[in-house]
């Protein structure tokens, strides 16, 4: 088989396209594949697929797969169309989209790496600018909405993440049963989780059976106005509460280490993962350790216990139980001396119903919790996103269980 049927072969170009030369440029190590078109082919609108007369030439290239250790370039002259109704347009190419600089099968290919691996990685690898890599995320993302079937969760999931600096944050609304991310939205206010619930339509909104979500009262507002019958569907889930509790376990042992210092002692250095893990997570040795510091730090380990004993109070299946377990908690924590666990304590007292609902509809948000993960994974991967678009669409790439790729004509479905 000559190298030009080759080449036609393994692109999978038809009649009107076909290669009409082939050169290999060993000093660049690049392969150079000229397709053309057969000039007696009458010329389409890419638009209104409408017979048109064609208008010129232009000289168009894309970046394909590698052949062997050789950059593969393909380039052709592609006629434009003059069309009544939408002017001079190019006319479509089987094996690109309009204006990408790479064939779709090449692109294909960028979208495998990036679910593994970084923009700047990927450029690197693959030998392309940042720009172009992060051209293929974006459309990439921008398809697959698109695409994106209606959506109608059943149970959804709130969460807040920072976004570059500490107090900048996205909220990230997910379907928790398919554990993909619905929306990304600006901050963590109100009006803007709103007006994206109420693109659900009323009749998803009416179907929501449970959304989880943190006592933050911009999330719960919100969704009262818009879920009907919310105030039996809001759900505080365990990981959002316990993280509460967390943080005044954290605080108590900042003021608690810093007032040992003062004194000389530094047994509480480096000691903040012991306290804020919960107990069945730690190591045997992480465990000696903190049986021995807790002897030292006597108000923080109390706080400590207040945590775990409210870590415990996720398993009961009916709610007077529940209850009952929780107002005894409450009751003790209230009389510490512990201003941050009090505050944290009577805060939960108040949010009981929806720390409720969320034991006994099992709302344990672990795929949000998993989805937390990834997010902040990504966080770390890409170095700081340069602007909140570029976040939402990591986000969007990697959790919205979306359908990346580009499709529409015969190489993907032969591939090389
Ligand atoms: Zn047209």
């Not at 250790?69 to 989209?97: D, F, G, M, N």
């Not at 979500?213 to 889930?237: C, Q, T």
């Not at 108040?350 to 006994?360: K, V």
Request: hydrophobic share 35%; glycine share 4%.
């Amino acid at each position: 088989m000559r190298d030009k049927e080759l080449y036609q072969k393994i692109l999978c170009i038809d009649s009107p396209w076909l290669v009409k030369e082939v050169t290999l440029e060993s000093k660049s190590n690049t392969i150079e594949v000229e397709i053309c078109r057969d000039d007696k082919e009458s010329v389409n609108c890419p638009k209104c697929n409408k017979v048109c007369p064609r208008y010129d030439e232009v000289e168009r290239r894309w970046r394909h797969l590698d052949t062997c250790q050789y950059q593969t370039i393909l380039k052709s002259r592609v006629p434009r169309v003059k069309c009544i109704k939408h002017k001079v347009q190019q006319v479509s190419v089987p094996w690109a989209e309009k204006n990408s600089r790479l064939t779709l099968l090449f692109e294909s290919l960028i979208i495998d790496w990036l679910k593994e691996a970084s923009i700047s990685a990927v450029s690197k690898q693959l030998k392309l600018s940042w720009k172009q890599v992060d051209g293929v995320l974006q459309r990439a993302v921008t398809r697959g909405l698109a695409r994106r079937a209606k959506q109608t969760p059943k149970r959804l999931g709130i969460d807040e993440t920072s976004f570059q600096k500490r107090h900048e944050y996205v909220t990230v609304i997910t379907d928790m049963v398919a554990g993909t991310v619905i929306d990304v939205i600006d901050d963590r206010k109100k009006i803007p989780l709103e007006k994206s619930l109420k693109k659900l339509g009323k009749e998803a909104l009416s179907r929501i059976d449970c959304v989880a979500m943190d006592i933050h009262k911009p999330y719960i507002s919100a969704v009262k106005n818009v879920v009907p019958d919310a105030g039996a569907k809001i759900a505080f889930d365990k990981f959002h509460v316990i993280a509460h509790l967390t943080k005044a376990v954290n605080k108590i042992r900042k003021e608690e280490h810093d007032a040992l210092m003062e004194e000389g002692d530094e047994s509480l250095k480096g000691s903040r993962f012991l306290w804020i893990t919960g107990k069945e997570n730690l190591r045997s040795e992480q465990e000696s350790e903190l049986k021995k510091i807790k002897s030292i730090a006597v108000k923080t380990s109390e706080a400590w216990m207040f945590k775990e004993y409210a870590r415990g109070l996720w398993s009961f299946p009916a709610k007077q139980y529940a209850l009952r377990a929780w107002k005894k908690w409450y009751s003790e924590a209230s009389q510490s001396e512990l201003t941050p666990i009090k505050k944290a304590a009577e805060m939960i007292n108040n949010h009981l119903q929806g720390i409720l609902i969320a034991i006994t509809k099992n709302a344990t948000n672990a795929k949000g919790e998993s989805m937390n993960n990834k997010i902040q994974h990504l966080k770390k991967i890409a170095y700081g996103f340069r602007n909140r678009r570029r976040f939402k669409n990591a986000i969007f790439f990697h959790c919205g269980g979306l359908d990346l790729y580009p499709k529409a004509m015969n190489l993907i479905e032969n591939p090389l």
